[in-house]
Nanobody, 123 residues
Framework: VQLQASGGGLVQAGGSLRLSCAAS????????MGWFRQAPGKEREFVAA????????KYADSVKGRFTISRNNAANMVYLQMNSLKPEDTAVYYC?????????????????WGQGTLVTVSS
C-alpha cells in the first residue's frame, strides 16, 4: 500500500487542522492505521491509531481529548482532526499502515509509511 499525507500548515496556538492520508490498494480496510510525528532533534513518536473497521482507537496521552483519528474505508482515507493545537505539537506528521496488529503504538510495527506533512503551531 502507498500512503500520502496532506493537510499540514502553519496555525496559531489554539487553532485546528485536519490531516488526511490517502492510501492506494484494494486491501486498505485490512490495515491498522496510525499517525506518528517527529519534531526536530527528537525521535518519532506515536500520536493515534485506529483499527481496521474504526471501532477501536488509541491516543498518546499528550493529544488525548484534542485529536481525533478516523477512517473511511470506502474512500481509502484516514484522518487526524487536531484541535486546541499547542506549540509543542509542531512536527512532521506521518501516517502509517500495519498489516499485523501488535500494540499499534510502536513505529517499528508498521509496514508502510507516507512521506509526512509539516505542522507548525505558533505561540
Amino acid at each position: 500500500v502507498q500512503l500520502q499525507a496532506s493537510g499540514g500548515g502553519l496555525v496559531q496556538a489554539g487553532g485546528s487542522l485536519r490531516l488526511s492520508c490517502a492510501a492506494s490498494g484494494r486491501t486498505f480496510s485490512s490495515y491498522f492505521m496510525g499517525w506518528f510525528r517527529q519534531a526536530p532533534g527528537k525521535e518519532r513518536e506515536f500520536v493515534a491509531a485506529i483499527s481496521w473497521n474504526g471501532g477501536s482507537t488509541k491516543y498518546a496521552d499528550s493529544v488525548k481529548g484534542r485529536f481525533t483519528i478516523s477512517r473511511n474505508n470506502a474512500a481509502n482515507m484516514v484522518y487526524l482532526q487536531m484541535n486546541s493545537l499547542k506549540p509543542e505539537d509542531t512536527a512532521v506528521y506521518y501516517c502509517a499502515a500495519e498489516e499485523t496488529y501488535y500494540t499499534g503504538r510502536n513505529p517499528a510495527e508498521y509496514d508502510y509509511w507516507g512521506q509526512g506533512t509539516l505542522v507548525t503551531v505558533s505561540s
